[in-house]
């Protein structure tokens, strides 16, 4: 069963919206839940379902995704700190000052620069499937595989691009259900907040972040994973001490829909620090 929920938004100060899936007691501790770069505020359900019921939990809709609106045209592409300032202005529209804070995937790297460009409103810092980034300068040609990723998507449409990438997120054995699910998350996707996501993509620097990091730390992996490899999450963990690794077994990239008990499993111990 889900849980109730309700869609919220408010205005930027450049005058665009962004968008989010709100539940929970707006008094209670807040949980906030960023998406990676095929997804959307509504595949967070299963965790909004078990967590509202004791938090605030709210899942964004980063900009140009589900009605939030993309970045304006005068912002150059790839600027972390341009997103972590989305992200703040919602938090300040709600009035959440500190939060535990999750970023999957490409989120992954939006939640890092928060922290560490706002750590007093981070309890406790979330990372499952994490996108490093490829650390390139913004405005530089993008590498010829995110290049691939914006021609995929200008040629074939969200739903086509869909069609194309969605079964990579979940291991072997999903349910046709499940797939269908991950596949309409990536249909909604917009051409201009895909392109835009790339960008931020191509531009972050996850690892050089984390090292200003000090906080709570804790790392999700998934062991069928083909995007992020849990290999790679394991990599991190050893860099960092302070970090406490889950590996989520059977599942793929998407670890957070295809095995949900799991997921708020790790979640729940983050949650006890």
């Given at each position: 069963m889900i849980a109730p929920h309700s869609a919220i938004s408010h205005t930027t100060p450049s005058g665009g919206v962004l968008t989010w899936l709100a539940a929970g007691n707006p008094d209670a501790?807040?949980?906030?839940?960023?998406?990676?770069?095929?997804?959307?505020?509504?595949?967070?359900?299963?965790?909004?379902?078990?967590?509202?019921?004791?938090?605030?939990?709210l899942a964004w809709n980063a900009p140009g995704y589900a009605g939030s609106s993309p970045l304006?045209?005068?912002?150059?592409?790839?600027?972390?700190?341009?997103?972590?300032?989305?992200?703040a202005q919602g938090l300040d529209a709600f009035g959440v000052s500190r939060c535990v804070l999750v970023g999957h995937s490409l989120g992954a790297i939006t939640a890092a620069r928060f922290a560490v460009t706002s750590p007093e409103r981070v309890a406790t810092l979330v990372l499952s499937s994490p996108a490093r980034g490829y650390g390139?300068?913004?405005?530089?040609?993008?590498?010829?595989?995110?290049?691939?990723?914006?021609d995929d998507i200008r040629q074939?449409?969200?739903?086509?691009?869909?069609?194309?990438?969605?079964?990579?997120?979940?291991?072997?054995?999903?349910?046709?259900?499940?797939?269908?699910?991950?596949?309409a998350?990536?249909?909604?996707?917009?051409?201009a907040g895909y392109c835009d996501a790339v960008h931020l993509l191509a531009c972050g620097r996850l690892a050089e972040d984390l090292i200003r990091w000090n906080g709570?730390?804790?790392?999700?992996?998934?062991?069928?994973?083909?995007?992020?490899?849990?290999?790679?999450?394991?990599?991190?963990?050893?860099?960092?001490?302070?970090?406490r690794l889950h590996v989520i077994e059977g599942a793929g990239h998407a670890s957070y829909l295809?095995?949900?008990?799991?997921?708020?499993?790790?979640l729940t111990d983050a949650l006890s620090v």
């Open positions: 501790p807040a949980l906030v839940l960023l998406h990676g770069i095929g997804s959307d505020a509504m595949l967070w359900q299963k965790q909004i379902a078990v967590f509202a019921p004791h938090m605030h939990v304006s045209e005068d912002v150059l592409p790839g600027n972390p700190d341009v997103w972590a300032d989305q992200l390139q300068e913004r405005g530089s040609d993008l590498l010829p595989a995110l290049q691939a990723r914006i074939l449409g969200s739903a086509g691009m869909a069609s194309r990438r969605a079964p990579r997120t979940l291991a072997p054995g999903a349910s046709t259900e499940m797939l269908a699910e991950a596949e998350a990536m249909a909604r996707v917009s051409v709570p730390l804790h790392l999700i992996g998934a062991a069928e994973d083909v995007i992020v490899p849990v290999k790679i999450v394991q990599e991190l963990a050893k860099t960092f001490p302070q970090a295809q095995a949900p008990e799991q997921f708020q499993a790790a």
